[in-house]
């Protein structure tokens, strides 16, 4: 009889050993995922803060994307007037409002590193 109870017991050990593995092991998968993506955006961000975009290409760019909600004059319909906001927000912020589109109904957008510098340009011309 003591050997089925001590079977139980050992049972119970290794089950409650699996969960806590099992636990641990989906946290530390959280954390990388979030690592990684973190580090891709700042990667991502980095590589943009270091070009020197185009205000003419970015006015383009944001005439194509961006006037439906934002105006032809970037005054503002659905979505915020621009004009300015290059002081209300830093270039990392914009990157991360435009890429992310964190205000809804804003979509976010995949835009490469030069498009974006070329958008940022745009918005500082519009101060």
């Known amino acids: ?3 089925s109870s ?3 017991a050992e049972r119970n050990f290794k089950r409650e050993f699996l969960k806590i593995f099992f636990i641990v092991f989906g946290v530390l998968l959280i954390c990388l995922a979030i690592f990684f ?4 955006d700042n990667k991502y961000i980095i590589e943009t803060l270091e070009l020197n975009g ?3 290409e970015g ?3 944001f005439k194509v994307n961006c006037v439906g909600c934002h105006g032809i004059t970037a005054r503002g319909l659905v979505g915020p007037d621009l004009h300015s906001i290059t002081q209300r927000l830093n270039d990392r912020e ?3 409002q435009v890429t992310g589109g964190l205000t809804p ?3 976010s957008f995949e835009i490469d590193p030069v498009n974006m510098s070329n958008l940022l340009k745009y918005l500082h ?3």
């Open 1 to 3: 009889m003591s050997t």
């Open 125 to 127: 011309s519009l101060e």
């Open 6 to 8: 001590s079977t139980a």
């Open 37 to 40: 993506v973190n580090h891709h």
């Open 94 to 96: 914009i990157i991360k």
């Open 54 to 56: 185009s205000a003419k």
């Open 105 to 107: 109904p804003m979509p």
């Open 59 to 61: 006015d383009a760019l």
